[in-house]
Structures are given as C-alpha cells and as structure tokens.
C-alpha cells in the first residue's frame, strides 16, 4: 500500500517548512516502510512506531553536528521515558491505542531531542508531558490489520510534533498537567478506549468502505498465495 512514499517526499522539489524539515518527514516515512515491507528494525518502542526515532534524531544530528555519543544518551533518555509510559499506561496499540505507540514514541523522540541540546531534566520531562497532550486519544485503527496504513504516515506526523513539543519546552514554555498526570491520563483512556480502536481493524480507518475493500483484497491474495505454498512444499 506504501508504494515509496518516504522516496517522493525526499525528492519533491518544494519543501514546505525547509529541507530539513523534508527530510525529517521522509525519514521517519522511511524507516517505518522498511518495518511495513517486512525489513528489519529497532522497536523503540514497538516496530508500528519505529520510524519516528531514527528520523528525529539523525535530522537533529545534522543539523547541529551532534555527536554520536550525545544521541546514544539521548535514546537512553527515551528508552527510561518508554519505561516510565510502560508502568504506568502502555506502549501497545492493542492495549492502548496508537497513543501508546506513535504517542510514547514521540514522547522518547522529544525529551530524548531536549537532552541532547541541553535541555534540564524539567526542560526534558515538559517535553514529554506536552508531547503526551499533542498525541492522547488516538486510536489504533489499522488497515487490513496491517501496520501500514495509517501507521506509516503517523511516524511523520509523531515526529513533527516530537519537534514542535522539544521546540515548546526548551523555551521553558509548561505543558502546565505534570509529565506523571499526562502518563496517567492516556492509561486512563487507553483503558476505556473501546477494543475495536485497539488493532482490532473492526473501528476507524480500518472499517471504512475502502479499508474494508482493501481487507477484502488482502484475503482473497492470500488465499491464491496458498495453493503455490502447498505445492512448493
Ligand atoms: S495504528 Fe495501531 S498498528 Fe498502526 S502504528 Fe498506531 S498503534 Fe501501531
């Protein structure tokens, strides 16, 4: 379904904010089309969200000439954001809707984008509290049951708004709800959150009359798919 999106994004000859900004989005598009083709990469914190990470950080990287140590702290200070999301709310579509995914990993990318510019711990933890606000409520509505559509486009939409939050918070602007309440807020949705939002397929995207079509196409492909299978073994 993802037909090279993140490679038309890098190439088009109009950018809308700045190249960088160009660049950011078709990375965090790229990394997530090589989890949706079956490529390998790194879950931070689940392969649905597992673009939005690489494309924050390497575009910060560039732009600021950081050090490959400074981003390797800076993922360390994701992963510890990850593991305080994880206690309290959730890092899984399926048990908290894509607010736990796209939204925990925006919040990684934003604190960890924070530290790496120098950002205090409060500067850090406002970030991920702001970057929480930004992405609460949202559903976990995939395609086909595949994590394609909208996951793919998601990873860029989190990546920007892990870099407006990280923009908001070094200015010492307060996401004013405490980082603790924000976490406990998308657990508290995420538990009420209806199981046809939580990659289910039945809700959302996923039960438009074209998502189902597309459903339908998957499974009749991969019904024809089984005949060869058999023979080949
Ligand atoms: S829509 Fe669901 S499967 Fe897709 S990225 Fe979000 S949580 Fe993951």
């Known amino acids: 379904m993802i037909q090279n999106g993140a490679k038309k994004v890098y190439q088009h000859p109009v950018a809308v904010l700045s190249p960088e900004f160009q660049?950011?989005?078709?990375?965090?598009?790229a990394a997530k089309e090589v989890n949706s083709c079956m490529g390998r990469v790194v879950a931070a914190p689940t392969a649905g969200a597992s673009g939005i990470l690489p494309g924050t950080l390497y575009t910060l990287q560039e732009i600021h000439g950081l050090s490959d140590e400074c981003i390797v702290e800076s993922l360390l200070v994701g992963a510890g954001i990850a593991l305080i999301i994880e206690r309290k709310a959730s890092l899984a579509g399926a048990v908290g809707g894509c607010q736990a995914e796209t939204g925990s990993a925006a919040a990684m990318a934003a604190g960890g984008m924070v530290h790496a510019l120098g950002g205090d711990i409060d500067q850090v933890f406002n970030a991920v509290a702001i970057t929480i606000q930004?992405?609460?409520?949202l559903v976990c509505d995939p395609v086909a049951g595949l994590v394609e559509v909208p996951c793919v486009?998601?990873?860029?939409?989190?990546?920007a708004i892990a870099n407006s939050s990280a923009q908001i918070a070094l200015a010492r602007v307060s996401g004013v709800i405490p980082v603790d309440e924000c976490v406990e807020a998308m657990g508290e949705i995420g538990a009420s959150m209806e199981s046809k939002y939580k990659e289910t397929a039945l809700g959302g995207l996923a039960a438009t009359l074209t998502g189902q079509q597309i459903a339908k196409k998957v499974l009749i492909e991969d019904?024809?798919?089984l005949p060869d299978e058999n023979i080949s073994e």
């Open 223 to 225: 019904i024809e798919i």
């Open 153 to 159: 486009v998601r990873n860029a939409s989190a990546a």
């Open 23 to 29: 660049k950011l989005i078709a990375r965090a598009l």
């Open 134 to 137: 930004c992405m609460l409520g």
